[in-house]
């Protein structure tokens, strides 16, 4: 493989490493072009490359962070393009997902930019020609219900179902690529919203161009020429166009169809980056159209979107416009006028209008407000929805003696925190209600929920009930069982076989015995995976369902424990410290019980930041601790999916060489997203049992694993977390009293990010940092947390802000007070909309 390209690569890791800071090289990017250029010439790589990547390249310095890792990707893809060999894509970081509006999981991601540039093959059955009215002469099938709010209802014309065939220029092929991104109907169309926008809106005269500028210019063709270059290997179409104030000459690369369609005397509107060739001002392959047509493409902010493989930026946008332009103003509006004005918003139309084709900056910061808000508040009104709902039926009630209690609690091994003690007291309230308890714990790790869970367990089986608890892997219900059984048996308590374990590895035998206790009542508590849920066991008379680790459960799952019993109450437990404004929004149908105390004598994790030069000190740090008899954690990030690879090839090759190289005389496990369950379980256990020193792990790392003599953690690439999250792996250590620590290693000794990883150094507080989180990057973190089906649909909230969530929220909760059931004849399409939202996930727990 060419050298340049092998370097170009190096610097664009490096790049991308750097999230885009514009570091990977002293100077900025553009300075490798000093050398670049001409060693790519030497090796003979073609000259509209090197083109691209030198003026893609100038253009860097200029570009936000989520624009240079479009350019950086777009331009390996170019070069994937034309040399096969040219080698792995560079990642992208999650950095830039926070200001992307939406990527459907489908979707995988383009190149934005270089998709006006890219010369393309026409689309089958050409461009669309903008039509007004999609043709109706074939019946509009209805392809699929559309999920997004407000979408549909029976107000919607019922064209908006109809499949993408039914618009011209799009036939089954296209229809079928359509559909890989989530569009199988026009509804669909009008919620796949932009992943950016290129801002074109400021038209220039010729005269006042100056380079590096994104302009658009409209002219009259004075000359095009077609001129072979290399040989012949390349064709150059080259026009000069003049506005009367000056003339500009346009070089597109390899599209000799051009001659046909640009013809002298043309009026042409084009929009790109204005570069240099030879001292004169160029644009290369810019976007361009006929002025005669509406700057679809020009003149304007032009949205970009997501794309697959067989679809161009220039024909989807057209299309869009069709869509668009037709059906926006005919969108019913769901939401009622008074919340409308109240809220400030725009109409639903207008905002999907502006959220494809703004007009302004400001306009499309509206739009987006107007959709986010519809989003939180279907969101919120199905929650209390919920709520009221578990609220109506009857739970059997459960007395708690406070003598019996007082005896539970004197006779732990140690003494409830005072948040452990107000949790056990609203669990008291809540089974003593008459209502089923729906009750969320959200405390940090190591704030002792499960003792607290344990003694709710207690308060059901005293009176001869049943108990369930779920969690995510069978090494977190092994514990469980251990922790429960220590607990709830003994003189005067259960005894040893009422307390059972059910996960994948129950041989047949326990199975059948279990059951059969299940079934006679003789079993009081079964803890298990979600075995508990595929098996066929049926409870005699099971009253309350606990589930830890809440989030890695899907809303299916936790009904279908649920539905095990009559009712039965609910407790579920989560790590993950939600900053209370938005635990409001996501978790509004549950109470929730905050356990913000630690049990003294923890003493926090020390917590260092070290860079990346001087990780040797950490690892002798991690030496000595296991001199000491202690074990050590090394983690590596993993930020997307798409990582996925990466990071475990970097956790792979890192036990390679910290067996071999640092660590010789030491066991070193390695645990990552690419083994099995039971591989990953098994592995851990190990650990557990002291069967290696190390482990090298992605994040996969159990949550809620209890690894006392674990000491000392040491986290890679820990600037590509998120605080909430680096407090949750550093949760691992320090479980057994003691002194530990967590270093902290970024990729790169920025200190404006070492800055906000310093916050790790100075708290041990997990809801301290989710706040800060939330400040620094925004809420999308949070809301996919609960992953219960909705969350998918909360496109446009994680790119706002908490105040228009709380907003929505109040909104939410003052209809729902007027109109909970949405009967008045005005909020008709509201319920229908809302319907709709929550169709697909019934459960929200
Ligand atoms: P988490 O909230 O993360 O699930 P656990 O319930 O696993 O935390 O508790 C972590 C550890 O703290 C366990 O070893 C548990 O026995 C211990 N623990 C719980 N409560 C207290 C307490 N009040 N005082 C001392 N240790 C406690
Ligand atoms: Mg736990």
Redesign the pocket.
């Known amino acids: 493989m060419h050298a340049s390209l092998e370097k170009l690569r190096k610097f664009f890791r490096l790049e991308a490493e750097n999230k885009y800071a514009n570091t990977a090289v002293i100077g900025g990017l553009a300075k490798i072009l000093d050398f670049w250029e001409a060693e790519a010439r030497n090796e003979g790589l073609s000259e509209d490359l090197i083109q691209l990547v030198a003026s893609r390249l100038r253009d860097y310095q200029r570009l936000t962070p989520t624009s240079r890792a479009d350019t950086l990707k777009g331009v390996w893809k170019r070069i994937q393009g034309q040399i096969p060999d040219a080698g792995m894509p560079i990642p992208v970081y999650s950095e830039n997902q926070s200001t992307q509006t939406t990527a459907s999981p489908a979707v995988t991601p383009s190149t934005p930019v270089e998709e006006r540039q890219a010369p393309k093959p026409k689309p089958e059955n050409n461009e669309p020609r903008p039509a007004q009215q999609p043709r109706q002469e074939r019946k509009p099938t209805p392809a699929r219900a559309s999920s997004y709010p407000g979408a549909q209802t029976s107000q919607t014309p019922v064209a908006l179902n109809a499949n993408l065939t039914v618009l011209q220029g799009v036939g089954p092929k296209n229809a079928s690529s359509l559909e890989k991104m989530g569009m199988f109907t026009l509804a669909d169309m009008l919620y796949y919203f932009p992943r950016r926008y290129d801002d074109y809106s400021q038209l220039q005269p010729i005269r006042s161009l100056m380079y590096g500028q994104v302009v658009t210019v409209i002219g009259q063709i004075q000359s095009v020429i077609n001129r072979p270059v290399r040989g012949g290997k390349m064709q150059i179409v080259e026009v000069i166009i003049s506005d009367g104030t000056g003339a500009l000459r346009i070089n597109w690369f390899n599209q000799p169809w051009l001659m046909n369609r640009l013809s002298e005397g043309m009026n042409i509107a084009v929009a790109g980056t204005i570069e240099q060739y030879l001292g004169r001002l160029v644009l290369n392959s810019p976007d361009w159209e006929p002025i005669e047509t509406e700057h679809l493409h020009t003149n304007r902010i032009v949205p970009i979107y997501p794309l697959t493989a067989n679809i161009t930026q220039k024909w989807l946008r057209q299309l869009m416009d069709q869509v668009i332009k037709f059906w926006a103003p005919r969108l019913p509006d769901p939401l009622p006028e008074s919340i409308k004005t109240s809220a400030g918003l725009q109409s639903l139309g207008e905002a999907i209008h502006q959220a494809h084709f703004p007009d302004s900056q400001k306009a499309l910061s509206e739009a987006r407000e107007r959709l986010a808000f519809d989003e939180i508040f279907y969101l919120q009104m199905g929650v209390l929805r919920q709520k009221r709902d578990w609220q109506s039926v009857v739970g059997r009630i459960f007395d708690v003696p406070e003598e019996w209690l007082g005896e539970r609690i004197e006779a ?6 005072g948040a ?1 003690k107000r949790t056990v007291d609203d669990v008291c309230v809540d089974v003593g209600s008459g209502r089923p308890m729906n009750r969320l ?1 959200q ?11 344990a003694l709710a367990a207690m308060m059901i089986t005293r009176n001869g009930a049943q108990a369930a608890i779920m969690a995510p892997t069978s090494i977190l219900a092994e ?1 469980h069982l251990r ?1 429960f059984s220590s607990l709830m048996t003994g003189d005067g308590l259960l005894q040893e076989d009422q307390v059972r374990l059910l996960t994948g590895d129950t041989s047949a035998g326990d199975r059948a015995s279990i059951q059969e206790g299940l079934a006679s009542g003789h079993v009081k508590v079964l803890i298990g995976t979600h075995a508990l849920i595929e098996d066929p066991v049926v409870f005699k008379d099971l009253q309350l369902t606990i589930i ?1 680790e809440q989030h890695r459960f899907g809303v299916d799952q936790r009904a279908a424990l649920r539905a095990k019993g009559t009712n039965p109450h609910l407790l579920v ?1 989560t ?1 993950t410290p939600i900053p209370r404004s938005l635990a409001l929004t996501l978790y509004g149908d549950l109470d929730i019980s905050v ?1 913000d105390e630690m ?4 003493e926090p994790v020390a917590t260092h930041v070290i860079k990346p030069q001087e990780r040797e000190r950490g690892y002798s740090l991690i030496s000595s601790q296991i001199e000491a008899g202690h074990q050590a954690f090394i983690v590596y990030p993993l930020i997307e999916e798409s990582e996925k690879l990466e990071s475990v090839k970097a956790a792979v090759d890192d036990h390679e060489r910290l067996s071999r190289e640092i660590f010789p005389k030491l066991k070193l496990g390695l645990l990552h997203g690419k083994m099995k369950p039971d591989e990953k379980d098994c592995i851990m256990t190990d650990f557990r049992d002291k069967k290696y020193d190390i482990l090298v792990s992605t994040t996969v790392i159990e ?2 694993v ?1 690894v ?1 003599n674990a000491t000392v953690m040491l986290i890679e690439g820990a600037n590509r977390f998120g605080l909430a999250q680096l407090h949750q792996l550093r ?1 691992r250590v320090g ?1 057994g009293g003691g002194e530990s620590f967590c270093l902290l290693v970024p990729d790169h000794a920025d200190a404006a990010e070492n800055a906000r990883l310093q916050a790790m150094t100075e708290t041990n507080d997990g809801f301290k940092l989710a706040e800060l989180d939330l400040k620094q990057r925004g809420p999308g973190e949070f809301l996919g947390t609960r992953q219960s089906g909705y969350a998918t649909n909360l496109k446009m909230a994680s790119l706002t802000d908490v105040s228009l969530i709380e907003k929505a929220r109040n909104h939410a909760q003052k209809m729902f007070e007027i109109d909970a059931e949405l009967k008045a004849p005005e909020h008709a399409l509201l319920s229908e909309a809302l319907e709709r939202f929550w169709g697909r996930s019934g459960d929200v727990s």
Do not use: H
């Open positions: 732990l091994p140690f003494t409830l925190t452990q714990i405390g940090d790790v190591g704030s002792g929920k499960t003792v607290v869970a514990q922790n830890d437990m790590a356990m049990p003294a004598g923890r949550v809620g209890d006392p949760g479980r």
